[in-house]
């Protein structure tokens, strides 16, 4: 019925009474509706598989499970509060593994970014005809399933089949890429080879949007193509270097995949609670399947998070104006 | 896009300058940055080398010869034929599961995300604001965060262990509605949506015969992005699956580096296999569409 109305406009010029634009109104509000629907079915499903879990958990975080009277019939949980955090800002693992992952996302995360930056402005000076073959070419790392570059880098670094190993041994060095010290290093250029080719490609997607008449009067003004490269290129990105770091940094937070990888190849050395991602999943699913603390872990891993992506997202910002 | 600017060649603007440091840069930035290239594409494709010349090896050259060239004779036939033989062709139910799994996952979502996109670029109603920025925020949470309350909450409903633990989470992705959303504003006018409602269309032909045909580039671009990423997931099944008849691709490559440390058998040439075979289908799904995930990331970054 609505759709055969005449135009709002006309039927809005005609006062016949005081109701006259309560048509035009509910018309409108009608459709609204209508088009309500169309996200009705991603708002649903975002309510159940976002909010309702994050909710589940807040609510699960107050309870403790405890055993009543002989505890024969299982335990029980029951109400406790903030016991449970409690619990977790004392949890001594569980922070460790936090500092650990801290500690290696402020070294690791500007590594890729300067890494991938220097790949851009490579890319973005190559000449035209080489342009696509090299971006392909670098970009071959982020075709390759997540598992799979772990695995690949993991045999690479092992001593009985790595050639990396090998290639050290001539130069005279003992590497142990399992090591304590080592392993660090190693992961960072696991995470480096995953991740250096889509940043790239971000921020030679900003480059490429870059006016060229800017360099064009850098250049007759005598700045070497060094210099354009980091006084006006790096600062006409700089929103997209942000963005990009901030993503990578709150990846690399939630490090999960590939310490679990180098743990069925170094199982001393990464440790069940390695990082905080770890450990949830391992009170979930090895530790007696404690969910209450697990979920109480969840949501102080995403407090923690969110406050380092402001604090990062508030000083980046400030010292770029 | 990056083909319209005429770049000026490197070199060129310092012809005719006298001062050292435009000859200087002149002179070097050409090779610096074809060395620099090329050291970065061998930093790129090495690795994968690696794993091509040791999938052709048997189990005893792999342990004792180079891993940078070939074996004395070529393996590989026979280490497919352990993979895919592997606890009666298991490694096929992986394959099968993580194509079920992405596609399924991809194709639900881009469809949800488009008509959402829709929704909120050309609909006003109650509610939108709050819609819009819970979308908003939602880019910020960590997915990873959500996935123990989520197995909570499923484990709750006997949901965990089955198919739909891992697809209805896929099925939902701010981004991609962000994605639509931005596309559509762009380059759905509302005069079109007017005039045919004026002639009397009714809003689902709308959006289906008129609207869709005309983002076969947004909806590609989510396809692509929305595979990847389910395909690539790793955290959510080994969370929510526990038989391993329900596993993905990565499960299954996952649970050979787990028998390497609690066995005799050595699973490593049939593990370097079905890490060949896993690349295949991403690889040439990303390579067909490249236009479009390419695209989506260039989007995400610029507006995001």
């Known amino acids: 019925m609505t759709n055969t109305m005449t135009k709002p406009s006309e039927v809005a010029q005609e006062p016949q009474n005081n109701r006259a634009m309560n048509p035009v109104a509910a018309w409108h509000r009608h459709r609204g509706l209508k088009g309500a629907l169309f996200s009705l079915p991603f708002f649903a499903l975002f309510l159940f598989s976002f909010i309702l879990p994050f909710l589940y958990a807040l609510w699960e975080s107050l309870f403790v499970l405890k055993y009543s009277g002989l505890g024969l019939d299982g335990p029980h949980p029951r109400f406790a509060g903030l016991t449970q955090y409690a619990r977790a800002f004392r949890d001594a693992a569980f922070w460790s593994g936090m500092g650990r992952v801290a500690l290696f996302t402020c070294v690791a995360t500007p590594l890729i970014m300067a890494f991938a930056a220097v790949e851009a402005l490579l890319l973005d000076a190559a000449k035209r005809s080489a342009k696509k073959a090299y971006r392909f070419l670098l970009l071959v790392p982020y075709m390759v399933p997540t598992i799979v570059s772990t695995l690949v880098w993991v045999y690479l670094y092992s001593p009985d089949i790595g050639p990396l190993k090998r290639f050290f041994a001539l130069l005279g060095f003992s590497v142990d890429f399992f090591s304590p010290q080592l392993l660090w290093v190693s992961m960072a250029n696991l995470l480096l080879w995953v991740n250096v080719g889509f940043n790239m490609l971000i921020m030679y997607g900003s480059l490429t949007a870059i006016d060229p008449s800017l360099y064009e009067s850098a250049r007759i003004d005598g700045a070497s193509e060094l210099r354009i490269a980091w006084s006006i290129k790096l600062p006409m990105i700089r929103g997209t270097l942000l963005l990009t770091g901030l993503l990578s940094m709150i990846g690399m937070l939630q490090l999960f995949d590939q310490p679990l990888l180098f743990r069925s190849a170094s199982p001393q050395t990464v440790t069940a609670n390695f990082t905080p991602i770890m450990t949830i999943y391992n009170y979930t699913f090895s530790a007696g399947g404690d969910y209450n603390y697990a979920a109480a872990l969840s949501v102080v891993l995403a407090l923690v998070i969110a406050a380092i992506s402001a604090v990062v997202y508030g000083v980046t910002n400030r010292k770029g104006k | ?77 026979e280490n497919f034929r352990q993979l895919f033989t592997y606890e009666d062709g298991i490694f096929f139910r992986w394959m099968g599961n993580s194509i079920l799994y992405a596609g399924v996952g991809a194709i639900v979502c881009t469809v949800i995300s488009i008509a959402a996109g829709y929704s909120l670029s050309k609909f006003e109603f109650p509610g939108k604001k709050i819609e819009m920025a819970l979308v908003m925020v939602s880019f910020l949470v960590p997915t990873a965060l959500l996935t123990l309350p989520l197995y909570l909450l499923f484990a709750g409903m006997h949901l965990t262990n ?103 058998f050595d699973p490593t040439t049939i593990a370097l296999a079905g890490s060949v075979v896993s690349i295949i289908p991403l690889a040439v799904v990303m390579i067909l569409m490249q236009r479009f995930w390419r695209s989506g990331v260039a989007l995400g970054a610029v507006k995001g």
Do not use: C
Not at chain 2, 14 to 39: E, M, N
Not at chain 2, 195 to 209: H, S, T, Y
Not at chain 2, 221 to 237: A, E, G, K
């Open chain 2, 1 to 77: 896009m990056a083909q319209q600017f005429m770049k000026p060649r490197y070199g060129k603007a310092a012809d005719g300058s006298s001062t050292a440091a435009r000859s200087r840069a002149s002179k070097w930035s050409r090779p610096g940055v074809l060395i620099g290239l090329v050291l970065l594409t061998f930093y790129s494709i090495a690795p994968l080398w690696w794993l091509v010349v040791s999938v052709t090896k048997s189990r005893v050259e792999l342990y004792n010869s180079s891993g940078l060239w070939f074996g004395s004779q070529n393996h590989i036939v």
């Open chain 2, 162 to 264: 089955t198919v739909w633990a891992v697809l209805i989470p896929s099925f939902v992705n701010a981004f991609d509605v962000y994605l639509a959303k931005e596309y559509i504003d762009g380059t759905v006018p509302d005069e079109l949506l007017e005039a045919a409602r004026v002639d009397g269309a009714g809003e689902l032909r709308i959006f289906g015969q008129i609207v869709v045909p005309m983002l076969s580039t947004p909806a590609a671009t989510i396809f692509i992005l929305t595979f990847v990423l389910q395909w690539n997931n790793f955290y959510l099944p080994i969370t929510m699956l526990r038989g391993s008849d329900k596993w993905t691709l990565a499960l299954g490559l996952y649970s050979f580096m787990q028998t390497k440390q609690s066995s005799l």
